[in-house]
């Protein structure tokens, strides 16, 4: 618990406690930007409170209304906010970015309700295109038509000229149509991939189905957008994430677009938005490298981190448990990074200073994982190291207090507790369900537990994931009183995870996640006092303003 009480000493019990005044320039100066007549949460306990906010440059310089009037000059420019709620900005853990943006302007399948619709809008979305141009874009889900899983002879006929590559939800299982697997090579004598699937029908021909690992062949069939085209991506998930009240994100990515395009936007000035990025750890020399020529970036662009994925997801049933799946007997899941591979990155990244985080989501995956960070911890020994698991869906319970013990960070997604809990009954039975998505008994625990989107497969919206945390009611609306409702959290809870427990994950809590003097000026001001409304409409608040490093970047 060493990292728990840190962070406490770090933020104390007051939000003025966080940075020392003085720490930062100008803290002596008439304010820049005072923002005054508000109710502030400040992120530094369940109920502190204030009322006005001054900022000189880029970080907060006073809060408080006796603060901020006596800090505030003839050149200062005040704002009254009119009894507006205000936040500190929140920090989105885990995003595939540039894909995410990506798709904002690619078909969507998502809510296709039954093969019959979801065929019709593929080719639609073919007509549409010219001839020969890849359609990509879906999001589509199975088990929102009882989970008979899609195959190219659905959609050869609507897509003679087209080759589609749509993805699943999850991002870890493509449909291809025959166009698509000859343009990648792929037919009955393809070997399987390492870490992947080639789905095959009982003549051993493809069906189109293509997961994780082996999704490679056709990334590379597909090929890449220019820099010209990925950075306009960029921009625009960009905007739509500060829309959103979302001021910082770590993109946790299996390939580096994201941190070029971040890197190119940076070179020509402020990105608006704050990036953490998690590289490759099987590539986590070059990173090295990297930070021994340019150091690990700034407060817009950071780096330093690595990721690696361990299994699949619970949808494709390639997540990796110790039992069979019970709607596939045949299956336990895969792992997609071999054990030994996994030991070796690990021990070297972080021998040499950077932080890991590993996909886990199937019980046994988490245990294989959980099991290789206390080796490497042990092998390593003691430092500052912040270990985080990702999305940390399912467990033994013998696992849940290992992150407390371990000092790891769970980095976890509320939004797929209510998504994959309108169907995961279906894969892996009840028993197996009491101790997934368990973010209560993670929290309870004293684990540091932050929370993110992993956008696109839920919405980048923080609302909805708070919503999800404190209520847990499934999409379908049939747990209208909460799934496993033992692990729901408090709202305030929640929104730590979204805020202080964010910058403690990166690194960030003396500069980020709270509402203090000298901490950077990052704040979200909404319609409305997520403490005073039904929990039931917070995704019904509207963000009004969205502030970064002092300057208004939307509203």
Request: glycine fraction near 10%; charged fraction near 25%; include cysteine.
């Amino acid at each position: 618990m060493i990292a728990r009480r840190r962070l406490l000493a770090v933020a104390g019990g007051t939000a003025a406690a966080a940075v020392a005044p003085g720490a930062f320039a100008g803290a002596d100066e008439p304010l820049d930007i005072a923002y005054i007549n508000a109710r502030v949460w400040t992120g530094a306990g369940p109920d502190t409170r204030t009322d006005a906010i001054g900022i000189k440059g880029d970080r907060i310089a006073a809060i408080g209304a006796d603060a901020v009037r006596a800090r505030t000059g003839k050149r200062t420019q005040v704002v009254d906010l009119d009894g507006a709620f205000v936040t500190p900005g929140f920090i989105d853990a885990h995003v595939h970015f540039v894909k995410a943006a990506t798709m904002l302007s690619q078909p969507s399948l998502r809510d296709a309700e039954n093969p019959r619709e979801f065929i019709a809008r593929i080719a639609a979305a073919a007509k549409a295109l010219p001839k020969g141009q890849w359609l990509e874009g879906g999001n589509w889900d199975q088990d929102r038509w009882g989970g008979e899983m899609p195959n190219r002879s659905w959609i050869d006929p609507v897509t003679p000229d087209t080759p589609v590559a749509v993805i699943r939800y999850d991002l870890h299982m493509l449909l291809l149509n025959s166009l698509a697997l000859r343009l990648a090579g792929i037919d009955r004598n393809t070997p399987d991939v390492p870490g992947g699937v080639i789905e095959r029908d009982a003549r051993g021909e493809p069906t189109g189905i293509i997961k994780d690992a082996a999704k490679d062949l056709v990334l590379r069939a597909i090929g890449e957008p220019t820099p010209d085209q990925i950075d306009a991506v960029t921009r625009e998930g960009i905007a739509v994430a500060l829309s959103k009240g979302v001021t910082q994100v770590h993109p946790t990515e299996l390939e580096s677009i994201s941190f070029d395009s971040t890197r190119r936007l940076r070179a020509a000035g402020e990105t608006g938005l704050r990036f953490r990025h998690y590289l490759p750890l099987k590539d986590w020399e070059a990173q090295v490298d990297l930070i021994a020529r340019e150091g690990r970036g700034d407060d817009w662009v950071q780096w330093g981190g690595c990721k690696v994925v361990f299994d699949g997801s619970l949808g494709s049933r390639t997540a990796r448990f110790y039992e069979p799946y019970a709607d596939d007997p045949t299956t336990r899941g895969i792992i997609v990074t071999d054990p030994a591979d996994l030991r070796r990155w690990m021990e070297g990244a972080d021998k040499a200073g950077l932080q890991v985080t590993a996909h886990a989501i199937g019980d046994e995956a988490n245990d294989i994982v959980l099991d290789t960070i206390a080796a490497v911890a042990a092998a390593n020994g003691p430092r500052d190291r912040r270990f985080r698991v990702e999305h940390v869906q399912h467990m033994k319970p013998h696992a849940l207090p290992r992150f407390a013990q371990q000092d790891i960070i769970a980095s976890v997604q509320p939004y797929h507790a209510i998504d994959d809990g309108r169907w995961a009954v279906r894969r892996i039975g009840e028993e197996r369900l009491k101790t997934s998505f368990a973010y209560g008994s993670l929290v309870r625990s004293g684990a540091h537990v932050c929370m993110g989107s992993d956008w696109p497969v839920a919405p980048i919206d923080p609302l909805t994931g708070l919503d999800a945390a404190v209520n847990r009611e499934t999409l379908d609306g049939k747990n209208p009183h909460g799934w496993h409702p033992e692990q729901r959290i408090t709202l305030a809870q929640a929104m730590r995870g979204y805020t202080r427990e964010g910058a403690y994950a990166g690194f960030n809590e003396t500069r980020l996640g709270l509402i203090a003097p000298g901490l950077l000026a990052d704040l979200a001001v909404w319609d409305s006092d997520f403490f005073a409304i039904d929990s039931h409409s917070l995704t019904k608040i509207k963000a009004l303003r969205t502030i970064v490093g002092g300057i208004q970047r939307f509203g």
